[in-house]
């Protein structure tokens, strides 16, 4: 796959705001006055040491975990103040894609991906299950997929399903969780072309967290590196790997980051 940094669009407008950010549990401080921007159509990659609060942003952003200060504009909106069926319809203009895929296991595919649909457009069942079916296919499942149920995919499978249902609502903005982790190199590197060949057919903003170099070589047109408790670092990647940090020289600059490098630089 080509590397997307050059080919891809100038930024947009904010679509994602965070103002002084704080976040703990307990004595334990996660972010603290932290800040970051998402710009409208970028695929944002967000990494860091493990530990460092990466999934708890996202987690918070979306709403899932409540901030101890701060401030966190969606669609320049802040949704903490907003009655809870005001904020449900700005939900749905997000998806998210939770580490290991969170699929309902008693449910098969067809029938993950319409709960969304059902719950939250008032379709009728089978007018859902036709959507869902269309998001399947546009996630690469083949159609016999549809019927299948979690325990009986592939960790690959699970993932595009999953994708598929944070899909399911048509959202502008996509987080995902480490879409890649566990996937061999092989079906790592497939769903990372998925993933660019979504946001650029459908128009979606990208927040997706990441170990993986590869998939930030391979899909990010910025990375955001969280580090005491902070965004140490918002830019593009070549600016990033500048940065005088010891963390990111030895992500970007030890051997798998070259590894990563010298990847993309043979793609271009
Ligand atoms: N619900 C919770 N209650 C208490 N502590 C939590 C909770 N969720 C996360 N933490 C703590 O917050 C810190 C950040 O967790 P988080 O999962 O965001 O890290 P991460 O950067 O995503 O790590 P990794 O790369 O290993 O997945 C960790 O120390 C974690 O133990």
Request: glycine content about 8%.
């Amino acid at each position: 796959m080509a590397n997307s940094q050059a080919q891809r669009k100038c930024p947009g407008d904010v679509i994602i705001q965070v103002r002084g950010l704080s976040t703990r549990f307990g004595n334990h401080i996660v972010h603290e006055d932290l800040d970051l921007d998402l710009y409208t159509g970028e695929i944002l990659g967000v990494v860091g040491g493990s530990g460092t609060g990466k999934s708890v942003l996202l987690r918070t952003i979306v709403g899932l975990n409540t901030p101890s200060a701060g401030h966190i504009r969606l669609f320049d909106t802040d949704l903490t103040e907003l009655p809870a069926e005001e904020r449900s319809r700005y939900e749905q203009r997000f998806g998210v894609l939770f580490q290991g895929g969170a699929l309902f296991t008693s449910l098969n595919l067809v029938q993950n991906i319409s709960v969304p649909l059902v719950e939250h457009t008032g379709l009728a069942r089978v007018d859902a299950e036709e959507i869902a079916r269309m998001k399947l296919a546009l996630t690469g499942l083949p159609p016999e997929a549809a019927l299948k149920y979690p325990a009986e995919l592939s960790g690959g499978m699970v993932k595009r399903a999953a994708l598929a249902r944070a899909l399911a609502l048509d959202p502008e903005i996509l987080f995902l969780d480490e879409p890649t982790a566990g996937l061999d190199p092989i079906g790592a590197a497939d769903f990372d072309e998925l993933i660019v060949t979504l946001s650029k057919a459908l128009g979606l903003t990208v927040f997706l967290v990441t170990h993986d170099l590869d998939t930030l070589y391979s899909t990010c047109d910025r990375v955001a590196v969280l580090a005491q408790r902070k965004v140490l670092v918002a830019d593009t990647l070549d600016r990033v790997a500048q940065t005088d940090d010891a963390w990111i020289q030895e992500y970007f600059h030890g051997p798998r980051g070259r590894a990563a490098i010298a990847a993309g630089t043979k793609a271009t």
